[in-house]
């Protein structure tokens, strides 16, 4: 079982920034890809970016690419979101998953998801 819990979410201006954490629970977290998730009013849900375990493979949507970046620290049991230039349309619920198998947390069905935090983004 990984327990994850999200930080970081607010308000903030359009070209501001802000940085979201998730803190995993546990061995198996250290060994899961960290995948963050978000689902806007009315939108699907959409995969912002994921890493992989050890941190060697990551990957973000188009849609942030160059304006996010993921990192995780093993040793802390974190993973965050840096999030830079935000724009309206990253208005979210952001959730923080992991899944032991870095292909199902890819494909919008991992294991254990975080209770989200809310990020808006108007001026």
């Known amino acids: 079982q990984v327990e994850l819990v999200e930080s970081g979410g607010g308000l903030a201006q359009p070209g501001g920034s802000l940085k979201l954490s998730c803190v995993g629970s546990?061995?198996?977290?250290?060994?899961?890809?960290v995948a963050w998730y978000r689902q806007g009013p009315g939108e699907e849900r959409e995969l912002v970016a994921i890493?992989?375990?050890?941190?060697?493979?990551?990957k973000y949507a188009d849609s942030v690419k160059g304006r996010f970046m993921i990192s995780r620290d093993n040793a802390k049991n974190t993973v965050d979101l840096q999030m830079n230039s935000l724009k309206p349309e990253d208005t979210a619920v952001y959730y923080c998953?992991?899944?032991?198998?870095?292909?199902?947390?890819?494909?919008?069905?991992?294991?254990?998801w975080g209770q989200g935090t809310q990020v808006t983004i108007s001026s």
């Open positions: 998953t992991a899944d032991r198998e870095y292909a199902a947390a890819l494909s919008g069905h991992p294991t254990f």
């Open positions: 890493i992989s375990n050890y941190g060697a493979v990551i």
């Open positions: 546990g061995l198996l977290f250290r060994m899961s890809a």
